[in-house]
T-cell receptor
Framework: SQQGEEDPQALSIQEGENATMNCSYK?????LQWYRQNSGRGLVHLIL?????REKHSGRLRVTLDTSKKSSSLLITASRAADTASYFC???????????????FGQGTILTVHP | DVKVTQSSRYLVKRTGEKVFLECVQD?????MFWYRQDPGLGLRLIYF???????EKGDIPEGYSVSREKKERFSLILESASTNQTSMYLC?????????FGPGTRLTVT
C-alpha cells in the first residue's frame, strides 16, 4: 500500500533555482524520510525528520513536516544539474508494534535541473 | 560506509526458470528488505527479515520467497519466473531508521 504521495510527479527547473517537492501521507508516523535515486541506481538517504520536529536543514536541503496536515516538503536551494534525480518520501508504519525499520515509499518526484 | 551489494546489475531469464537474487551487507545490520520498483508504482516491499532465519511478508510476496541463513546475506527467490516479474529489484538493510540500498538488479523475464 502506498502511504506517501509526492507532488508534483515531475519538476523541471533551471540551475540556480529552488526546487520544492511535497509529500502527503495518510496515517500517523514516527518519522518521515527523504531519499534520492539517480537514474537506474539504488536509493540514497537524504534526511530524516521525526514527528515532533517541524523543520530540519542539511546543507542545501530543507525539510518541513506538518503532522496536522499529514504533509512534508523538501526544498533544494540553488539547484545544480547534479541534483537531477528522483526523490522519494518514506514513512514508517503506524506505531503500536515493532516496525523493524520497515518503510512505505511514495511514487516519487522526478526532478530535472537544466544547466 | 555501509555497503550493500547485489549479485547482478542486469539479469535475463526465461519464463519458468528459478531465479536467485543475492544481497550482501557489510555493517552487521539486523534488518534487510527486498523491494521491486516499477514505473508509476514506486517501491513496493516484497519481503523483509529482522534476524537470521526470520522473515515476514511485505505488500506483494506472491511468487517470491526469501532466505536468510547468515546475517549479512538476504536472498530473493523467484520460484518460477513469469513475465510480470520483469522489474528493478532493490535490496536494502537497516539498523534503525535509515535504510541503505544496493545498486539494484534489473531483471527481464522473457
Amino acid at each position: 500500500s502506498q502511504q506517501g504521495e509526492e507532488d508534483p510527479q515531475a519538476l523541471s527547473i533551471q540551475e540556480g533555482e529552488n526546487a520544492t517537492m511535497n509529500c502527503s501521507y495518510k496515517t500517523s508516523i514516527n518519522n518521515l524520510q527523504w531519499y534520492r535515486q539517480n537514474s537506474g541506481r539504488g536509493l540514497v538517504h537524504l534526511i530524516l525528520i521525526r514527528s515532533n520536529e517541524r523543520e530540519k536543514h542539511s546543507g542545501r536541503l530543507r525539510v518541513t513536516l506538518d503532522t496536522s496536515k499529514k504533509s512534508s516538503s523538501l526544498l533544494i536551494t540553488a539547484s545544480r544539474a547534479a541534483d537531477t534525480a528522483s526523490y522519494f518520501c518514506a514513512t514508517d508504519p503506524p506505531s503500536g508494534g515493532t516496525s523493524y525499520g520497515k518503510l512505505t515509499f511514495g511514487q516519487g518526484t522526478i526532478l530535472t535541473v537544466h544547466p | 560506509d555501509v555497503k550493500v551489494t547485489q549479485s547482478s546489475r542486469y539479469l535475463v531469464k526465461r519464463t519458468g526458470e528459478k531465479v536467485f537474487l543475492e544481497c550482501v551487507q557489510d555493517m552487521d545490520h539486523e534488518n534487510m528488505f527486498w523491494y521491486r520498483q516499477d514505473p508509476g508504482l514506486g517501491l513496493r516491499l516484497i519481503y523483509f527479515s529482522y534476524d537470521v532465519k526470520m522473515k515476514e511478508k511485505g505488500d506483494i510476496p506472491e511468487g517470491y520467497s526469501v532466505s536468510r541463513e547468515k546475517k549479512e546475506r538476504f536472498s530473493l527467490i523467484l520460484e518460477s519466473a513469469s513475465t510480470n516479474q520483469t522489474s528493478m529489484y532493490l535490496c536494502a538493510s537497516s539498523l534503525w531508521d535509515e535504510q541503505y540500498f544496493g545498486p539494484g538488479t534489473r531483471l527481464t523475464v522473457t
